[in-house]
């Protein structure tokens, strides 16, 4: 028996932030600064971070990132988790929530 989980009726799509506010949220987090190179959307201790404020970035956020030396992570909504997760694989980027906890970590990238 399949289950679908109706986001309005879990209240997601209410909490869902912004790019911005993604992106406020890891700089307070982690006191990211914005990437000057341009490939990720923030730096930090951690590693590179890509903002995908919802579904339709990510794809074009983990090919953003891909490129990016060192540890790597995309930052989502949460509700975003089941759609992220597989556009990740293989690619040894990790994955964070908007207040930052670890929903899957990242590796190195081979090189």
Not at 43 to 62: E, H, M, P
Request: net charge positive; charged share 25%.
């Amino acid at each position: 028996m399949a289950v679908y989980i109706d986001r309005c009726a879990t209240g997601e799509d209410e909490m869902a932030m912004t790019h911005e506010q993604l992106s406020e949220a890891m700089v307070a987090k982690f006191a990211a600064e914005p990437d000057p190179s341009g490939q990720a959307d923030l730096i930090c201790s951690k590693g590179a971070l890509g903002i995908a404020a919802d579904r339709k970035q990510i794809k074009k956020t983990v090919k953003r990132l891909r490129s990016v030396h060192g540890y790597r992570f995309l930052v989502i909504n949460r509700g975003d988790l089941f759609a992220a997760n597989p556009a990740t694989i293989g690619t040894k980027i990790g994955i964070l929530d908007h207040n930052g906890a670890l929903l899957k970590a990242a590796d190195l990238p081979r090189r």
